[in-house]
């Protein structure tokens, strides 16, 4: 335990679970939702061994006499164990009582909702500020505070983050030698598709199946490609696409799994006339994108893989805005706001980030590869703080540079590396 970092996670924790007498850590495998979990646990039961479940199965009144804060690890290998919390909370349980922890939604288990009594925080891989390879300077939730001072330096460069992508976020596979930790993500793709999905209802010609359209969806990456178009990528030169229904099938399994994590479209309280609704396509992790699409960090620099969607689109640039997603993600939990995308229908306006609180502030990100933004880079930010005044907090370009600081135009440039939550 002397070991455990901090995740952003933890300050939720710590400012809910007082207060909350179950909270459920939900994500993909290999998260850390375990690790961050028995930091504050008294009593472990661990529903992926047979004695815990044994004795949880004998016992279930050990739920309420054990010492807490009681964590139940992956819940959802036993279904009926989130009843008896459910149930334990209607009882009166106290404050900070239980913890539970699932890697899968189990699809069609007779459980209750636990609206009201389990609260759900969603745990994803390594944020770039959790990586520890620098000191964020700028934080999200003082952006919505208002906090117009933007600074800092670091010497994170492209080459870096060209490492961080392919190093992926898994605080399990991110320290290995990069031919281990290559062989590691091969594995947990190759597990997912041969066994994980088994669970989920996708069987037959899954495998392999399944593994060509997870591949055509990360060619898919950043962008708001149809699941017709990554269904045909997934079968080049095959007559046989796969059917609809299918194509549905892979995406609430892995959805099921947490593996993917799409960006939704923003519906504003503002007239904004002909937007966009189609969600942004997300792998959990970048790296396993990278893997899927055989891209090392060579390849990822020559930019030589043809993504979906414009022609424009590069590997690289793709996957740096899945690594700034993925952070803004976890940042914008922490804040109490949401993730959204802007793209109106004709694509003449499109905004690639929007942070949402339901108090009606928001923050728009665009994220650039280059060191220092053009005019034409923040036309699109300049566009919406214009439309919508003073619910949009603030405006910024997330880039690959050295410096964090503010346009003339009142534009900030923030290097990914000196963001934080």
Same mark, same amino acid.
């Given at each position: 335990?002397?070991?455990?970092?901090?995740?952003?996670?933890?300050?939720?924790?710590?400012?809910?679970?007082?207060?909350?007498?179950?909270?459920?850590?939900?994500?993909?495998?290999?998260?850390?939702?375990?690790?961050?979990?028995?930091?504050?646990?008294?009593?472990?039961?661990?529903?992926?061994?047979?004695?815990?479940?044994?004795?949880?199965?004998?016992?279930?009144?050990? !739920?309420?006499?054990?010492?807490?804060?009681?964590?139940?690890?992956?819940?959802?290998?036993?279904?009926?164990?989130?009843?008896?919390?459910?149930?334990?909370?209607?009882?009166?349980?106290?404050?900070?009582?239980?913890? !539970?922890?699932?890697?899968?939604?189990?699809?069609?288990?007779?459980?209750?909702?636990?609206?009201?009594?389990?609260?759900?925080?969603?745990?994803?891989?390594?944020?770039?500020?959790?990586?520890?390879?620098?000191?964020?300077?700028?934080?999200? !939730?003082?952006?919505?505070?208002?906090?117009?001072?933007?600074?800092?330096?670091?010497?994170?460069?492209?080459?870096?983050?060209?490492?961080?992508?392919?190093?992926?976020?898994?605080?399990?596979?991110?320290?290995?030698?990069?031919?281990?930790?290559?062989?590691?993500?091969?594995?947990?793709?190759?597990?997912?598709?041969?066994?994980?999905?088994?669970?989920?209802?996708?069987?037959?010609?899954?495998?392999?199946?399944?593994?060509?359209?997870?591949?055509?969806?990360?060619?898919?990456?950043?962008?708001?490609?149809?699941?017709?178009?990554?269904?045909?990528?997934?079968?080049?030169?095959?007559?046989?696409?796969?059917?609809?229904?299918?194509?549905?099938?892979?995406?609430?399994?892995?959805?099921?799994?947490?593996?993917?994590?799409?960006?939704?479209?923003?519906?504003?309280?503002?007239?904004?006339?002909?937007?966009?609704?189609?969600?942004?396509?997300?792998?959990?992790?970048?790296?396993?994108?990278?893997?899927?699409?055989?891209?090392?960090?060579?390849?990822?620099?020559?930019?030589?893989?043809?993504?979906?969607?414009?022609?424009?689109?590069?590997?690289?640039?793709?996957?740096?805005?899945?690594?700034?997603?993925?952070?803004?993600?976890?940042?914008?939990?922490?804040?109490?706001?949401?993730?959204?995308?802007?793209?109106?229908?004709?694509?003449?306006?499109?905004?690639?980030?929007?942070?949402?609180?339901?108090?009606?502030?928001?923050?728009?990100?665009?994220?650039?590869?280059?060191?220092?933004?053009?005019?034409?880079?923040?036309?699109?930010?300049?566009?919406?703080?214009?439309?919508?005044?003073?619910?949009?907090?603030?405006?910024?370009?997330?880039?690959?540079?050295?410096?964090?600081?503010?346009?003339?135009?009142?534009?900030?440039?923030?290097?990914?590396?000196?963001?934080?939550?």
């Amino acid at each position: 335990m002397d070991s455990y970092r901090r995740r952003v996670l933890d300050s939720e924790l710590d400012e809910l679970l007082p207060d909350l007498s179950a909270i459920a850590i939900e994500g993909p495998k290999g998260v850390g939702k375990t690790a961050t979990a028995i930091q504050r646990a008294s009593t472990v039961f661990r529903m992926d061994t047979a004695q815990d479940v044994e004795l949880l199965t004998a016992s279930p009144a050990l !739920l309420a006499t054990a010492p807490g804060p009681v964590l139940i690890d992956e819940w959802q290998r036993r279904p009926e164990t989130w009843d008896l919390v459910r149930r334990a909370v209607d009882d009166g349980a106290v404050g900070g009582r239980f913890l !539970l922890t699932g890697s899968a939604t189990p699809k069609g288990a007779a459980i209750h909702s636990g609206a009201g009594r389990i609260d759900t925080l969603r745990m994803r891989p390594l944020s770039f500020a959790e990586r520890g390879i620098e000191s964020p300077t700028v934080s999200l !939730l003082q952006l919505f505070q208002g906090e117009t001072g933007v600074g800092g330096q670091t010497p994170i460069a492209l080459p870096d983050y060209v490492s961080e992508i392919v190093s992926s976020g898994f605080p399990g596979i991110r320290p290995l030698p990069p031919r281990a930790r290559r062989q590691r993500l091969d594995g947990y793709i190759q597990r997912v598709v041969e066994h994980e999905v088994v669970d989920q209802g996708v069987v037959g010609r899954a495998p392999a199946r399944l593994r060509a359209w997870m591949a055509a969806y990360a060619a898919a990456t950043a962008s708001t490609a149809s699941n017709t178009a990554i269904g045909r990528a997934a079968s080049p030169g095959d007559g046989d696409l796969p059917a609809r229904s299918t194509v549905e099938r892979y995406h609430d399994a892995l959805t099921q799994l947490w593996l993917l994590d799409p960006v939704p479209a923003w519906l504003p309280g503002n007239d904004f006339a002909r937007l966009a609704l189609t969600p942004k396509h997300f792998l959990a992790d970048p790296a396993l994108a990278a893997r899927l699409l055989d891209l090392d960090e060579e390849r990822l620099i020559r930019a030589e893989t043809p993504m979906l969607g414009p022609k424009d689109r590069t590997a690289l640039g793709s996957l740096f805005e899945a690594l700034v997603g993925l952070s803004l993600q976890t940042y914008a939990q922490a804040a109490e706001a949401t993730l959204h995308h802007l793209r109106t229908r004709d694509g003449g306006r499109e905004i690639d980030f929007i942070v949402h609180r339901n108090d009606g502030r928001n923050l728009a990100f665009e994220v650039k590869l280059s060191d220092a933004p053009s005019d034409h880079d923040v036309r699109h930010l300049l566009w919406l703080k214009k439309e919508m005044g003073d619910s949009l907090m603030d405006v910024a370009v997330v880039n690959t540079g050295r410096d964090a600081y503010r346009r003339r135009d009142g534009v900030a440039v923030i290097p990914l590396a000196l963001l934080g939550p």
